[in-house]
């Protein structure tokens, strides 16, 4: 299994960025994926999920401003991320399963 981020970088305040998530080796049309992120010397917090029964989830942080889509066609999940928080900064993971990326960097400057 292989999940490839990208789309991170440093933005500015009340900015949006799109990340990317490529899968491979993997039933991607019957795996739930999701994204996670975490602030060194933070743990892991769970960001959102777009499961295989077409439900959405978010953690209370950035519902209403994340928005987690899947293309089964392209074996592809996406974030969508608006109105960013200093807060928001972190390396974002993608997840399927127990399988996880190598991460990619999300900076928010104020």
């Known amino acids: 299994v292989r999940l490839e981020e990208s789309g991170g970088g440093l933005v500015q305040v009340g900015g949006s960025l799109t990340l990317s998530c490529a899968a491979s080796g993997l039933a991607f049309s019957g795996q739930d994926m999701g994204w996670t992120r975490q602030v060194p010397g933070k743990g892991i917090e769970w960001v959102a999920g777009a499961y295989v029964d077409g439900t959405t989830y978010y953690s209370e942080s950035v519902k209403g401003r994340f928005t987690i889509s899947r293309d089964n066609a392209k074996n592809a999940v996406y974030l969508e991320m608006s109105s960013l928080k200093v807060e928001d900064t972190a390396v974002y993971y993608c997840?399927?399963?127990?399988?996880w990326g190598q991460g990619t960097q999300v900076t928010v400057s104020s």
């Open positions: 997840k399927a399963g127990d399988h």
